[in-house]
């Protein structure tokens, strides 16, 4: 491509003199820096750890530290997937697939687009994209001869047509973003290389009639206008993409076969002699100048304690400072100019910021293992932001002698187990280092145990020490060695549920007469399935086509388990939001929460189905794009409780085509909070019905804790909007799926949705006798699940517990109780008949399971309520008698004897079953009629 140059210059640009206008000095008091740990990461590359606190508070601050005088470091940009700089990975992803041994994300980006950074990417002198025309923008900078720069870099461009005009070139791989003082694609000419993503550019929203001219060899070989699918470039070819003006001169200047002419030119704002610019990646505001940390930071769009990223350089440019902020939760996160003294205490002479907030990451590859590992906590969690530049560097040292290894295996076994050691290793460079942990020499207690090779088996029980030696470096772990008696095989989870075709991986571990749970791999224990299920393959299932359910079963010397395993799920209505009035609205930031509402529809709004639909209606004017928004419909001050152990949920939504992230928030039976995407994108108007998969590490009973919309950070989107929701489905298990769905509402006296219910007379005279009235004036709702709170309350009201003699205990739980329920379970407390969780709470709000009401109904027995003298009449034997929890079995027994509890059609008792409303009210009226 010999028409095709590329090339830096040196140009002085007057921008010095406006910074320190815009930035004077400064001159307040810097926070205090406390070094945490320094450890190396490869030849030159060390990492820090720090505490910087201000005003009494704490932010974790991580520093990767390069001597550039290390002939074996090498620093520059990661950039997209596979070269490809739109397809953006995360950071650790770019910096695993370029074998760099730290990296940081670097540039900032329209997250509404494909992603191109707003900066420059030059790889080892290949412009992959030009340096936005913003200024006092400062970039990272490597010379040729490995010396770091803080620099404000430029572009210029020019294409020249066969009559020997030319015209500028605005930039090279650039989307539409806003120049200081112009427009990057209003009347210009772009560039376009094979390195911008799989296509050009293409005729995009506001450009419908942009040309595009395809060059390969310096020649044009295609035109086409207001094509919105850009071309697919190969390699050693570039589209010049042209709008108004910039079309204009495209179209009157060439035709198909008509040779092109490019100059590229990046240009620095300060001489650099001799010596050329090799690598650079886009930066932002300057924090440090000439040793002086700068204050009044323009911050406008990223003020506030927020987690940061930056870079710097010492004077002499050998010595990068590479630095993540963690922030805002357990590490405070700093301000713009606060990062400025930051970088100033950490030795640089010049600084400048990069992109930070969510996209904040670092990433390390320790000593010995070939993939990074994410030092920061991100803002998102463990979200990981898809980014589409960072800053590494990388370890060029050729594999040298061995130096250092390290023992990985677990500690924990059992008497007469075999357990594998293994071990990484790296060299003297603090490159990954192939050792085979057979050629340790390994040694112990002959008395502790045996080895063979690099398998230890333990001849006692209790703490044994075990040594490796590897060319005169010795490593040391104490395993923790349980007695070899196993009482009992744990399998999780439990039941089974698979969709037809899926997968589902489940652990089998050994329970020690010590109480030590090991882990068991599947060579220790024999397992089969039931046949036609599917295909066992160690610990994972893959399920065939057919729906059938059968069992997994798992043995271990003598010991047998047996787990209920089905194929195939099927969809049971849930509710209609007709009864569903107990709703708020919140949003984050706090400040925006009076500007939305949730609520049942009223007069001609949009309703599915049913009587009522659900309408959210969020607004986040006010508020800074800058930070991800949220706004919740939430179920009043509880949760809805989901009936048994569904695999998913779908419900009909009204979308509003925002392009906003809509999620649902499920609280489960470990108090843990999951997130469940219903829609990445809603992208429709009018009812539709969508469906989302629960996580597969949900603790069951679960239930539904809001509805709520997402808008990311830097979003353009539509700042407000309004859904419907109505009629929600749950998947189950074809197996364990509830018989009859809820009926649906219908008008008149009385509770319609229980006539013909196998409970009728039951829960009409329980409701005659003032224990349960309808969760609606026409609806009992017999077939929801019932609460501990409510149990409790129904047998406060049947046996009249507080009637005359309210409790004056304090509640001696965690979680609150609530309002209707709290005097009625003090009461259960203070008469020795219900407790609470091991971790302090009582759980009101959460689902009761047939257990634990047998285990309250057994203690209100031994407490004169019910008759505890009736005689057994039955000798039930339920086949899941061993999923009985050791608390319960002994009620279990006591009532199932005396027809209290009965079990299923299959044998089953369901111990960890939800108990329905209409269940609890029928033992709780067999107790009241035995008094």
């Known amino acids: 491509m010999s028409n095709y140059i590329r090339k830096v210059i040196v140009a002085f640009i007057a921008v010095v003199a406006a910074i320190a206008l815009q930035m004077p000095y400064q001159a307040m008091a810097a926070g205090s820096l406390q070094k945490v740990s320094e450890s190396p990461l490869g030849e030159g590359t060390t990492l820090l750890k720090y505490r910087y606190v201000i005003g009494g508070k704490a932010s974790n601050v991580f520093v990767t530290r390069v001597d550039l005088n290390n002939p074996h470091v090498e620093v520059g940009p990661v950039y997209g997937t ?44 290949k412009l992959v994209s030009s340096m936005g025309k913003i ?74 009639d942009a040309v ?170 463990s979200t990981l932001r898809n980014v589409p530049t960072g800053l590494a560097v990388f370890n060029t040292a050729p594999p040298g002698e061995f130096a250092n290894f390290f023992i990985t295996n677990g500690n924990k076994t059992m008497m007469g187990k075999p357990i594998t050691m293994t071990v990484k290793a790296y060299d003297k460079h603090y490159n990954p280092y192939k050792l085979d942990p057979a050629q340790v020499t390994w040694t112990a207690n002959p008395a502790d145990g045996t080895f063979n090779k690099n398998i230890f088996t333990p001849k006692r029980s209790g703490t044994i020490t075990v040594t490796g030696e590897y060319q005169g470096v010795k490593k040391s772990m104490s395993l ?18 698979l969709r037809s075709g899926g997968q589902t991986d489940f652990s089998v571990s050994l329970k020690t007469k010590s109480g030590q749970v090991i882990a068991a791999s599947p060579g220790e224990v024999k397992a089969s399935i039931t046949p036609g299920l599917g295909t066992l393959q160690g610990f994972t299932i893959q399920a065939g086509q057919t729906n059938k359910s059968g069992e997994l079963v798992v043995s271990y010397n003598d010991i047998v388990r047996k787990v209920p395993v089905s194929v195939g799920t099927k969809w049971s209505f849930w509710t209609n939001t007709d009864n569903l009035t107990t709703l708020s609205y919140n949003a984050i930031p706090a400040s925006i929460s009076a500007n939305g509402s949730f609520r049942q529809t009223t007069g001609d709004e949009p309703v599915k189905a049913s009587g009522k639909a659900l309408r959210l209606a969020y607004n ?3 508020s800074s794009n800058v930070d991800t928004r949220f706004a919740y419909g939430r179920f009043g ?39 469940v995407d219903l829609a990445k994108e809603i992208n429709w108007t009018n009812w539709k019905e969508i469906e989302a998969s629960f996580p597969a590490d949900i603790a069951y009973p679960v239930s539904l804790k809001s509805l709520y919309v997402v808008d990311p950070e830097d979003s353009t989107l539509n700042p407000q909007g309004v859904l419907y929701f109505d009629e929600m489905s749950l998947e189950y298990a074809g197996s ?18 229980i006539k013909g219910h196998w409970a009728e007379a039951v829960l009409v005279e329980m409701n005659k006798k003032g224990i349960v009235s309808g969760i609606a004036p026409n609806k009992m709702g017999p077939n929801l699940p019932v609460t501990r ?92 008698a061993a999923s009985f929890s050791t608390y319960a079995k002994e009620s279990i027994l006591f009532l199932s004897e005396r027809e209290y509890l009965v079990g299923d059609e299959h044998g089953n008792f369901g111990p960890k079953r939800t108990a329905t409303r209409a269940e609890s009210l029928v033992v709780l009226n067999s107790m009241l009629k035995s008094s």
């Open 620 to 622: 986040f004017t006010g």
């Open 212 to 381: 595009e001219v395809l060059v390969v060899n310096d020649q044009v070989t295609d035109m086409r206008i207001g094509h919105k699918t850009g071309y697919s470039i190969p390699q050693g070819g570039y589209v010049l993409w042209g709008h108004g003006v910039g079309k204009e001169y495209l179209l009157s200047h060439f035709k198909v076969g008509s040779p092109v002419t490019v100059t590229l030119q990046t240009t620095t704002d300060f001489p650099i002699g001799e010596r050329e610019l090799s690598s650079a990646v886009g930066g932002h505001w300057l924090l440090v100048k000439d040793g002086n940390a700068l204050s009044k930071i323009p911050s406008d769009s990223i003020g506030g304690k927020q987690p940061r990223t930056a870079f710097g350089v010492s004077q002499d440019g050998k010595t990068l400072y590479m630095v993540v902020v963690e922030g805002p939760n357990q590490s405070r996160g700093v301000e713009v100019d606060e990062l400025a003294q930051l970088m100033k205490q950490l030795g640089a002479y010049n600084a400048a910021n990069l992109d930070g907030g969510g996209s904040t990451t670092m990433v390390a590859r320790y000593p010995g293992d070939t993939q990074t590992t994410v030092l920061n906590v991100p803002k998102l969690g």
């Open 789 to 880: 709170g409510q149990f409790v309350s129904f047998m406060d009201r049947a046996f009249g517990w507080t009637k005359n003699n309210p409790p004056a205990a304090k509640s001696p739980f965690k979680d609150k109780l609530p309002t209707y329920a709290q005097a009625s379970i003090l009461a259960a407390v203070e008469k020795g008949i219900v407790s609470g969780f091991d971790d302090g709470t009582f759980g009101a709000d959460k689902p009761i399971t047939r257990e634990q009401m047998a285990v309250i109904m057994h203690n209100a027995m031994k407490k004169g309520y019910g008759n505890a003298d009736k005689p057994a009449i039955a000798n039930p034997s339920f086949k899941d």
């Open 736 to 753: 364990t799926a509830p018989v009859t769905p809820p009926p649906a509402p219908a008008p008149g006296s009385g509770f319609t949705d």
């Open 480 to 497: 923790n060695v349980s007695s070899p008696e196993v009482t009992d095989i744990v399998i999780s989870p439990s039941p089974l549920a």
């Open 82 to 125: 596979a070269g490809k700089l739109t397809k953006r990975q995360n950071v650790k992803k770019m910096a695993d697939e370029k074998g760099a041994v730290a990296a940081i994300n670097a540039d900032f980006f329209r997250m509404d687009r494909r992603g191109a950074p707003f900066g420059i990417v030059l790889d080892k002198g």
């Open 637 to 675: 001050t509880s949760t809805l409780a989901m009936p048994g152990k569904p695999l998913g949920m779908k419900l009909w939504v009204y979308g509003d085509n925002s392009g906003h992230w809509l999620r649902a928030e499920l609280a489960d039976a470990k108090g843990k909070v999951h997130y």
């Open 135 to 208: 200024n006092n923008w400062y970039s990272f900078g490597l010379l040729s001869d490995k010396t770091a720069i803080v620099s404000h870099l430029g572009f210029k461009g020019t294409v020249q047509a066969p009559d020997g005009t030319t015209a500028v070139i605005q930039g090279v791989n650039k989307e539409e973003y806003n120049p200081t003082n112009d427009k990057s694609h209003l009347n210009k000419i772009n560039l376009y290389t094979s390195d911008f993503g799989a296509t050009s550019l293409g005729a995009i929203k506001g450009y419908d």
